[in-house]
Every structure is written in C-alpha cells, then in structure tokens.
C-alpha cells in the first residue's frame, strides 16, 4: 500500500510525471514520443505548482510553420505506454488523442484506464480506428468512472454495437456532460437507444450524433428524438446533422419541444428541410423558446421559408442569438426579408448566409447591415457573419470570411 501511495505521489505533476513515463518506455523497450518529452518539459520549465494540472494534446494532425506533418501517429503500442503512465496519475486531466492509428487493443487499455484514473476529465479520440471491441472496453469504462465529462470518439467506426453499448454506459453513468459519435456509422437501433436513455439521463448536457446511416420514410428516429426532448430536463446542445429530416419530422420536433425549457443550441444542418418545414419552425419560434443558436444551413428552405422565418424574429421572438442559413436556396428576396427583420429585432446578433443566390439588392442590404450607422455601431457585427460587404464601381458585393459554419 505505502509503494502505491508513492507511485501516486510521483506522477502528481510535471517532472515525475516525465520521470515515470521515461520509466515505463525502458521497460517495455520503447522509444519515448519526443513531443511528449517537449510538453513536458516545457511544463518543468514554466515551474508549475504541484496543484496544477495539464492538457496532453498529442494530436495526429499537428503541423509545424510549414504546414507540414511533423510526426507519426500514435499506436496501440504507443497507447499502452501513455495508459500506464496515467493510470495513477493525478497531473493530466485531459488527454487529446485524436487523429493517431489507436485501434480496437488501444480502445481496450483507454477503457481500463478510464475504470483506474481517478482525476481524467476529458478524454479525446476522434478519427482514430476504434471499431466496437473498443467501443465495448470504453464504455464499461464509463460505467465505473465518476470523474470524466468529455468524450468525444467522432470519426471512429464503432458501428450500431458499439452505439449501443455507450448508450447502455449512460444508463449507469452520472457525470458524463459532453459525447460526440459523429460520423461513427450510428444506425436506427442504436439511435433508438441513445433517445431511450437520454428520456431519464440528468447529466449529459452536448450531444452531437451526426451522420447516422438511416434509411427510413417514416423518419422514426426523429420521432424519437421529439419524444426524448419534450421530457429531457439537461441537454443544451443537440447536433442531428445528416440525418435526412424532412418537414414531418421537424414538426414532430417542434411540436415537442414547446415543453422542452433547456435546449440552447440545435442543430439541423445538412437534411431535407423545406419552406414547410421552416413554417413550423418559423411557428415554434414565436413561443419565445429557451433556443439560442438554431443552425439551419444545407437545407432548402428557399425564399418562402426564409420569409417565414424573417417574420417570426421580427414580431415575436426575443431569445435567439446566431442563425445560420447557409446554402438554403435564398435569392435576394429572402436575404432582405432576413436582413430587413434585424432592424425592428435586437437580440439577433450572429447571421450566417454564404452559399446562397446573393444579388445586387442582398449584396446592399447586408452592406447595410454591417455598416457603421450615425450612431457607430453596426446592426451586425462584421465579425458574426459569414459575409463582408464592399463596392465596385458603385455596384454593392459580397465576399465570403472565415466563420464557424
């Protein structure tokens, strides 16, 4: 017991930490990453208190100045002498991973050690080569762990088992607050599940489940999605991107989500959404929902639907704050219906329409927005919106900035 407490002592900041991770690596005869030795050193050099605790980012994807990949990607093997180091290690609280080659042997000692670490708060592994035998050992990992509130495992083909196996872990886990499974080949049963389980799960407060593979007319997995909001009391932030919502399911949505008081951000960009489809969202909105950022770009909401929506922020709503209709199908006559309502709205302050039909008249009406007025201050700020406005020849234009959407 006195070794144990030792061990535990020795890795609780940055120079033991290096220490015992050299250690390790001798006696498994591997090479040690030479960029986990720069963070932490770099650590010691900026003399970090033992209170103090540290992001590990070793992030497959990391380029020098040149833009050029400057090492290789991380392994099971790798990822085994990273498990040990930590399993008693109370200095990384967060550990990156994301973009390496850690597969399924990976998942399983990143399962086990989520089971033995006491102190890791995020745990990153996006778009590595994790399939279900990896999803399985993390999520009995969740099971038993009390500490963890990020995982994001977005990029790996976990596939319907191993969906369903993170979704049965939230039955029993009580502090996990943000999972991404975006892009991780999610079908109808495991998307089922996760709308099951969040109907009585109290913690998790993101999550985002794009790109599921679903094939279903009915859109039977929106209505579940409905059901689950109108009793879900913690989520704020909800992505459905790629899930081929058309206007039946996005009316079932919004017809649930009248009694749903915590949903700050929705995401519905990328599906089938139609100017009926905006009527009904254009009508929830008038209720003055909780709703703050509502992303509707890559659907097809055309001129009508837009008009919609315009009269709705105009007339009646007082809570959201971004909208983004990117790529919708908007000519000019949408865009200065959505412009034009911004003047009487005042609690709109991010607009996003790049991808769309833009004119001469939307070109002005968003030169207009953007620009300084008698008073100084924009109606909206250069900086929340994807477009900048300028002037050739006395013809108005827009060129498309750099925006989160």
């Known amino acids: 017991m006195q070794n144990k407490k030792s061990q535990k002592f020795a890795m609780a900041n940055a120079s033991e930490t290096k220490d015992a991770y050299v250690q390790i690596s001798t006696e498994k005869n591997q090479a040690v990453m030479s960029e986990m030795l720069h963070i932490l050193t770099q650590a010691i050099d900026n003399h970090f208190e033992l209170s103090d605790s540290l992001n590990l980012r ?81 999520a009995k990992g969740i099971q038993h762990n009390e500490k963890l509130l990020t995982l994001k495992l977005d990029g790996n083909k976990i596939g319907v088992n191993g969906g369903m196996a993170i979704a049965s872990a939230l039955q029993v886990n009580e502090t996990l607050e943000e999972l991404n499974i975006d892009n991780t080949d999610q079908g109808v049963q495991s998307v089922i599940g996760f709308t099951t389980v969040l109907k009585s799960n109290r913690t998790l407060e993101i999550l985002d489940i794009g790109r599921p593979i679903i094939n279903l007319q009915q859109e039977e997995t929106t209505v579940h999605f409905a059901k689950m909001l109108q009793v879900n009391i913690s989520l704020s932030d909800l992505h459905l991107s790629k899930h081929s919502i058309q206007n039946f399911g996005v009316e079932r949505l919004m017809e649930h989500m009248i009694d749903n008081r915590t949903l700050l951000h929705l995401n519905l960009s990328c599906n089938r959404i139609s100017r009926d489809g905006m009527f009904c969202i254009a009508k929830f909105l008038r209720n003055n929902p909780p709703l703050k950022i509502l992303n509707l770009g890559y659907n097809r909401a055309e001129d009508d ?76 700020h250069p900086e929340k919106t994807d477009v900048r406005g300028y002037i050739v020849d006395g013809v108005p234009y827009l060129a498309r900035v750099d925006s989160p959407y």
């Not at 070793?58 to 040990?84: F, P, Q, T, V, W």
């Open 305 to 380: 639907g837009v008009i919609y929506l315009s009269e709705a922020i105009a007339k009646a709503n007082t809570t959201l704050s971004t909208l983004v209709l990117c790529s919708n199908s908007l000519t000019d006559k949408g865009l200065c219906a959505i412009a034009k309502s911004l003047h009487v709205n005042s609690t709109l302050q991010q607009l996003y329409i790049w991808g769309n039909k833009i004119g001469t008249a939307g070109s002005q009406a968003f030169l207009d927005l953007t620009s300084k007025t008698g008073e100084g201050s924009p109606r909206l």
């Open 58 to 138: 070793l992030h497959g994807n990391k380029r020098n100045d040149r833009n050029e990949m400057y090492r290789k990607k991380l392994s099971d093997s790798d990822a085994e002498i990273l498990c040990m180091t930590l399993k008693e290690n109370t200095y990384i609280t967060s550990l990156d991973l994301g973009y390496n080659s850690i597969g399924d042997d990976g998942g399983a000692l990143l399962g086990q050690l989520l089971e033995d670490n006491v102190t890791l708060l995020s745990l990153i592994l996006s778009y590595n080569d994790i399939g279900p035998n990896g999803a399985f050992a993390i």
